[in-house]
């Protein structure tokens, strides 16, 4: 039987019924042979990652897939389909002045995504406030009738795109409360709340003044007195931008993927102008939230859809270089912001100003074209035909240069009818769909535990002076995003995607446990009188460890989305993308969460997610390489874009588990064991001998 069953794997046997259409991921006759050019197998020689060249398809007479028109009965042409290999070099690759601008329009925009993902940390920073009237001398003693850290809000955080999302992708960390419930964990003891009967008497005024540290004379807290009773409206406020993000990923990823990239950014555009603009009117909390919800959506639909051309326009070697361009571009925003703040000095003026330049991006309708990838993808060769030529034109290139003939074969293809993939067609897979959950959870974890880091840090800012206001925290966590950058492009360069997630996903996983067991094991030592330590040891080794997890787990999230872009087939490329993001902002999502719940289960939370660090890292080694590898295009691409080893196999050592191709070899087992049952009994089912 187990024969039997290696033998039907395998492919081989007279007498064996076709699978059905969506079984395992396979696809009808017509889109089996359109995904031939670039599918791949492990090898022994541990080049897994890589997509070869299958050969090319035999469709039986009248094998047509019931429901398919005559055209896709037989497959297109394998040039057509080897966008990296022919289409692209016949269009100059991305030495191409065409190509050079239509990159540059990527990145433009990743400044104006930069100033919006960071805006809440100026818009809804929670100000000291005391009483109206109660004399100056009352705003330090208003300081600390708050309840509240001098220093507590914790800067927005980058990604890719993200980041990143990421790229930029990005996070937010809520402010600090004090409460004497927060489950304090490795952070050291709060200060002594003030008196119930302090904040009682603050909290009866019908007034407030404020002292605002963001540069603003006015922010969203102070117009609507959003303290006191009202304080967890801001918390609200907080997350219904990162729920719009999430819903927002999700939608406009399937809708991406169907009607084309180019309609979902222009859409998306016009409608964050909209909305925007709308919140700077808002008249009360209420609509600030629900039209922040609105251009969280809309924004998502920017940075997507932005995220995919750019990957989509470049050959293999340069994907990685040019998405950590839009990252750095995406900091400046970052960078940029404290002093866009100062200047406009309301926070009504500042929302108007941080929208206002995605006006600019309305000319992106005249000059910006669809993805000619996900036009080849998806069989509209028509309209492929057409970019092709408008390539050609702006780049001055003669026709003729036509080396390997795409032109030909595409005038033989426009007949085809365009077939386009939603990603719910992922759950039917057996490789792809594995290899999306686990970037998924690796985004989720590198997100979510990066603000139990950014917590702990912040925590000690009484006792080092450098965490002492809004800017050192500020430009603190914005330094750490930019080093991670930096080291994420010397890492991925040495050791690869999956290289360069392993590692950092490691240094993640050692900081969070460092500090949670280790902290503890300090404290309980410089309790004793002779031990030598006090507990700057522990806040010094404290800072320590948050510093590097910040810097590990913000280079996780952010690689997570890049390799999700890199692996996942241009038909849904946009779909997957959606997911990985989707999770990042759920990650996100646990800050203000937390803080509404005045820190309570913030321990719990971080040993949750230390956890997932652990099985992160065993999952991350079930993950292919995509270094220098073409873009899969079509689901079957993508589920032959397997796993390699780390290590390579020593020149005559037997892999373990051999592939589908490979099991061909041994597909006569099954007829010796038809015909006598005559197996030698030191024989095995793979067909290699037992010692």
Not at 112 to 132: K, V, Y
Not at 296 to 302: E, K, M, P
Not at 412 to 434: A, F, M, Q
Not at 504 to 533: E, R
Request: glycine share 10%.
């Amino acid at each position: 039987m187990a024969i039997d069953r290696r033998r039907e794997a395998a492919g081989g046997g007279p007498g064996r019924q076709p699978p059905p259409a969506e079984e395992n991921g396979s696809l009808p006759p017509g889109d089996a042979a359109a995904s031939a050019p670039l599918g791949g197998r492990a090898g022994p020689s541990g080049g897994g990652g890589e997509i070869q060249p299958l050969p090319a398809p035999h469709p039986a007479a009248g094998g047509q897939h019931p429901g398919c028109s005559s055209a896709a009965a037989a497959a297109p042409s394998l040039l057509l389909l080897d966008y990296d290999g022919s289409v692209l070099p016949f269009l100059g690759g991305l030495g191409g002045g065409y190509q050079k601008t239509l990159v540059l329009l990527t990145w433009i925009p990743a400044l104006f995504i930069g100033f919006s993902q960071f805006s809440d940390s100026f818009l809804l920073d929670q100000p000291n406030f005391w009483c109206r009237g109660a004399g100056k001398g009352a705003e330090l003693a208003g300081v600390t009738a708050t309840g509240r850290w001098d220093s507590g809000d914790v800067a927005n955080w980058t990604s890719p795109p993200t980041t990143p999302f990421s790229t930029a992708s990005w996070g937010a960390a809520g402010n600090l409360s004090n409460s004497s419930d927060a489950d304090g964990g490795d952070t050291p003891p709060l200060p002594s709340p003030p008196d119930k009967g302090d904040n009682a008497s603050n909290c009866d005024c019908h007034a407030w003044d404020y002292g605002i540290r963001t540069g603003l004379v006015q922010n969203v807290v102070s117009k609507w007195d959003l303290v006191c009773d009202n304080a967890w409206k801001v918390h609200i406020a907080k997350f219904s931008l990162l729920v719009g993000l999430i819903f927002g990923y999700l939608i406009t990823g399937c809708i991406a993927d169907w009607v084309g990239r180019r309609p979902v950014l222009l859409f998306s555009i016009i409608f964050i102008l909209i909305f925007g603009l709308t919140v700077a009117l808002s008249v009360n909390v209420t609509m600030f939230s629900t039209l922040r919800f609105f251009e969280g959506f809309c924004l998502a639909g920017i940075i997507l859809t932005l995220y995919a051309l750019r990957i989509e326009l470049c050959p293999p070697g340069k994907r990685f270089m040019i998405t950590m361009v839009a990252s750095f571009v995406a900091m400046a925003g970052q960078f940029l912001m404290p002093g866009l703040a100062a200047l406009c000095r309301d926070w009504q003026v500042l929302q108007a100003l941080i929208i206002c330049p995605f006006l600019l991006m309305l000319l992106y309708w005249s000059i910006f074209p669809e993805s000619l990838r996900w036009l080849m993808a998806t069989q509209q060769f028509e309209s492929a035909k057409k970019l092709i030529l408008h390539f050609t034109q702006k780049n001055c290139m003669n026709p003729e240069s036509d080396i390997k003939g795409v032109m030909p074969e595409l005038e033989k293809e426009l007949s085809r009818r365009p077939k386009k993939v939603c990603i719910v067609k992922v759950v039917g897979t057996r490789n792809l769909w594995k290899n999306i959950v686990v970037l998924c959870v690796n985004s989720l974890t590198g997100y979510g535990i990066h603000h139990c880091f950014a917590r702990s840090m912040m925590g000690h800012e009484v006792k080092v002076p450098l965490l002492e206001n809004f800017y050192a925290d500020y430009y603190t966590v914005a330094s750490i995003a930019l080093a991670s950058c930096l080291a994420m492009c010397v890492v991925v360069r040495f050791l690869g995607r999956r290289g360069g997630l392993l590692l950092f996903m490691i240094l993640t996983a050692l900081a969070s446990l460092l500090q949670l067991g280790l902290l503890n094991l300090i404290g309980k030592y410089s309790q004793h009188p002779d031990s030598g330590m006090s507990d700057s040891v522990k806040d010094k080794f404290s800072i320590t460890f948050s510093i590097v997890g910040m810097f590990a787990s913000h280079a996780v999230g952010s690689l997570s989305v890049f390799f999700c872009a890199e692996i996942t087939p241009t038909v849904i490329r946009c779909g997957g993308l959606g997911l990985v993001l989707a999770s990042a902002g759920f990650g996100m999502l646990t800050a203000p969460i937390i803080d509404l719940h005045n820190q309570k289960g913030y321990f719990l939370h971080h040993i949750i997610f230390a956890c997932c660090t652990l099985i992160c890292i065993i999952c991350i080694l079930l993950l292919p390489e995509s270094r220098n590898q073409s873009l899969p295009e079509n689901i079957s691409n993508g589920e032959h874009y397997t796993r390699q080893p780390l290590l390579p196999h020593k020149k005559g050592e037997q892999p373990l588990l051999l592939t589908n191709a490979e099991l061909k070899d041994y597909s006569g087992l099954h007829d010796a064991a038809t015909a006598g049952d005559g197996l030698p009994e030191n024989a095995t089912a793979n067909g290699m001998k037992s010692m």
